[in-house]
């Protein structure tokens, strides 16, 4: 087994929710989500886990994130700020949120030296998700340099309200595009949403989507420098200030130049905290997997 990064994504304010998500513990025991992700990689087979924070937010992670680890955990802490952007892009002074999940990832460039993969901090994704990562993870290359763990519509839902998903065109085991979709929910016996245009259209239950489980070769990081420049171009010559730059267009800009992005299909519940009143959903399913006899009370 060669060494592999897990890059988690917890710079992201949870505005909809309300506060900092990540830091939240929802496991018996006080366990973030998080947390799970880092037990589920180790147990995995994972060999070092980047944490990519703001520096407004590094005192509470370390306080209820980083000391209730008790045993060792090989990590490094890489921090998404507003100034770290290519070629000395000039500041709008209103910006106050972060650049995007693109950006994100552009800012652990120094972090990143082996295959690695890319979560969401304050997503629940299951230990075959990281298994089938880490057993990918040994195979990509200059052709293939991405997978993606995709996950079934209906699995995603939330049941407080709607959420965004990453809709994708699978073909032969590859993705062939990636499109967020807005406002979905569920009405009546139908699951509908606005596609990238805008329009309402109806989508399958087993409709594949990205919750952002990635996997990549380092090559990737070559797109990811390529692609925030670009962005941050944009920016320069007048794009609107408001706009982040998504690890997905990235993914999309790999695949319009022939790369290859194999799809790791789950049939996995996915749970998370998009809204409040999701926290309580999660709780159960947390506790009903340590009951199981799946988790330990005590994950690290």
């Known amino acids: 087994m060669q060494e592999a990064q897990l890059v988690v994504l917890a710079a992201g304010m949870g505005s909809r929710y309300g506060g900092l998500k990540q830091i939240e513990g929802l496991g018996p025991g006080g366990a973030t989500l998080l947390e799970y992700s880092v037990y589920d990689a180790l147990q995995a087979g994972f060999t070092e886990i980047v944490f990519i924070i703001r ?3 590094e005192a509470d992670f370390k306080e209820h994130v980083l000391t209730r ?14 100034q770290d952007v290519p070629n000395n892009f000039l500041l709008a002074n209103e910006r106050v949120k972060p650049w995007g999940t693109a950006h994100a990832l552009w800012c652990a460039r120094d972090a990143i030296s082996h295959p690695f993969a890319v979560i969401n901090a304050d997503d629940f994704y299951g230990r075959e998700a990281f298994m089938a990562l880490v057993e990918n993870l040994n195979t990509l290359n200059a052709a293939t340099p991405m997978c993606m763990v995709g996950y079934n519509l209906a699995r995603t839902l939330s ?6 998903r990453g809709v994708c065109t699978v073909k032969n085991g590859y993705l062939t595009n990636i499109e967020e979709h807005t406002g979905i ?6 699951i509908v949403a606005k596609n990238g245009g805008g329009e309402a259209t109806v989508l399958s239950e087993n409709t594949i989507v990205s919750m952002n489980c990635w996997g990549f070769a380092p090559i990737f990081m070559e797109s990811v ?18 706009s982040e730059c998504y690890l ?5 800009s790999s695949l319009a130049a022939g790369a290859q992005c194999r799809v790791i299909s789950s049939d996995a519940q996915w749970c998370g905290v998009t ?4 926290k309580v959903l999660v709780q159960e399913r947390l506790l009903a997997l340590t009951e199981a006899g799946i988790y330990p009370t005590v994950l690290i």
Not at 185 to 190: C, E, H, I, N, W
Not at 248 to 252: A, E, F, G, H, L
Not at 275 to 278: E, F, R
């Open 55 to 57: 520096k407004a937010i």
């Open 69 to 82: 680890f008790k045993r060792r955990v090989p990590y490094q802490l890489v921090y998404q700020e507003l």
């Open 159 to 164: 049941e407080s309200g709607t959420v965004s």
């Open 185 to 190: 929910s569920r009405q009546g016996d139908k």
């Open 225 to 242: 420098q390529e692609v925030v420049t670009d962005f941050f171009d944009g920016l320069a010559a007048g794009k609107e200030v408001g």
């Open 248 to 252: 997905p267009t990235i993914v999309r």
């Open 275 to 278: 809204y409040p009143a999701d």
